[in-house]
């Protein structure tokens, strides 16, 4: 709520001292008075204005005491008996404020500024209301018309440059936190801004000045440290970045936010000395039993420190059962532990209204299906989907189920369910398109990958998708490139999209062009026994054999490598090796 804006006339002023000192009296006069003075309970003879005041006395009591619906009514009635009163006006208004009466205020602060139009401050108070009312061009020019009476007024610049940094019209907000720094040199809040404005346009170098300069001034402006190291990590600035979490929590040890990014730091570039020191400081500013504590156990887990990570979550959920963050990434550690059993119970007492009940049941299925107890992982996602049917993901991981026990048409029907709630799921919609592939229903198949590109016409897996069916079917070859070109605007470093587009080459015959796409596929993609079949193929064509049966022998040493064709393959150029292939 904004200041009460206080221009007040000379004779209003000593009106007011006068209430001030009598509102005994008035309490005494009306003691059981639940209501406003109204003007037919009044003596014809007495002067209106006294009792506009003494409305408005009763209104401030009730805006002492936060009642402010009761404060409108007293302020209201007061306006009766002074209707042109400035004062009271605004008064109103900020009242409908507190009320969210907004237009209603709009209109008692344009008729303030009407009655006065050399107060500024009614001004302000209109601006702020534009501007809370989304009327961001009425806000802009009444801020501007305050500036060309008083271009020395700093809070009105600092919301003028914040109104801009709101509307994203950086130049302008820039321009006037230009004019604030030059008119006061030290004022703080203004570099600031200017570094977050050139942060967010990626200035880093004017960003970082800005900080520098906002820390010259005040070298414990908390929101500039953070903000500089974040700079720092958006230029990879990884010593820098450490530095400035350093200063952090040497200016304030029990920052714990600081701490804990201090502590990724140094696990990330390998110094878990360092890290392990700022997690006893953590350990000691938090204390056993301190709920705040999972966040060194969530850490520990991100940095693949199982063990403590399982200390720190079993303590949390001893002392906060009902805790389901810490229960559920408990189940997480123990998990990645290879402790199944103790996993799967903790994950099992996530609650079903909890956020992390599906994920938890998930993770419970992937347990099951790790132990060769795929049915049972089958039956949990069933009745997890019977709580959850609005969910796309569990329909996702019961249709890779099936595909694993290769019921395609169960994982088929299981995604077709996952639609009626999620038609337009890309997800749910691709899927389905690979089983209905793995079922031989191709042209289904290229429907359901067009509909994904139609719902997101930045698909890169779709679009691949059906650039590679035709380049493998050797259809539709330039239809083929222009999609699977579409699709690398996506996913430049795709080594498999970059492997679809080699093969459109080779299937049109360009080995050269062919070979430097599968060349950087498998460089991308090195264990992929198809993408290296492919390379293979390509020095077959060029007959470059020895590099074509090194090649061959690397696919078939991969897992899922389909052996039975490239035996075949490695035979064919043996052949070629010997000079006996015809």
Known sequence: MNKAIKKISISSLFVLIVLALSCVWIEEKFPSKQGPILSGEINDKKDFTQYAYQNYAFASIAITNGNYKEAEIYLKEALKHDKDSPYLLIKLSEVLVENGKMEDALNFAKKTVDLTPDDLKAQEFLAEIYSQLKKFDLAISQYRGILKKDPDNREVRLHLSTLFIRLKKYDLALNQLSILTKNEPELTIAHYYKGRINLEL???????????KVLEINPRFLPALFDLATLFDKTANVDMEIETYKKIVLLYPNNTIARERLIALYYKVGQDEFAEEHMDEMKKILGPGDLKRKRLGLIYLKYGKLSESIAELTSIVSAWPDDQEARYYLGAALEENGDF???????????????????????????????????????????????????????????????????FHNAMDILKEGLKYNEKNTGLLYRLGIVLDK??????????????????????????????????????????????????????????IIDSLGWVYFRKGLYDKALIELKRAVELAPEDPAINEHLGDVYFKKKDYEKALKIYKKALSLKNANHETLNRKIKDVMEHLKGNAP
């Open 341 to 407: 059993d103790k996993a799967y119970q903790n994950l099992n007492l996530i609650n079903p209204d909890s956020s992390y009940f599906v994920d938890a049941r998930m993770r419970m299925a992937y347990i099951l299906e790790r132990q060769k107890k795929s049915d049972k992982a089958i039956n949990l996602l069933k009745k997890t989907i019977n709580h959850k049917k609005e969910n796309p993901q569990l329909y996702l991981m019961l249709a890779s189920l099936y595909e694993i026990k290769d019921e």
């Open 202 to 212: 990626k200035e880093y170098n004017r960003a970082k000045e800005a900080f520098l």
């Open 439 to 496: 079922l031989k229903r191709n042209e289904e198949c290229i429907q359901q990958m067009e509909m994904v590109i139609k719902i997101n016409p930045k698909h890169a897996d779709a679009l691949n998708y059906i650039g590679y069916t035709y380049a493998d079917k050797g259809i539709y070859l330039d239809k083929a490139q222009e999609l699977i070109k579409r699709a690398l605007q996506y996913k430049p470093n795709s080594g498999y």
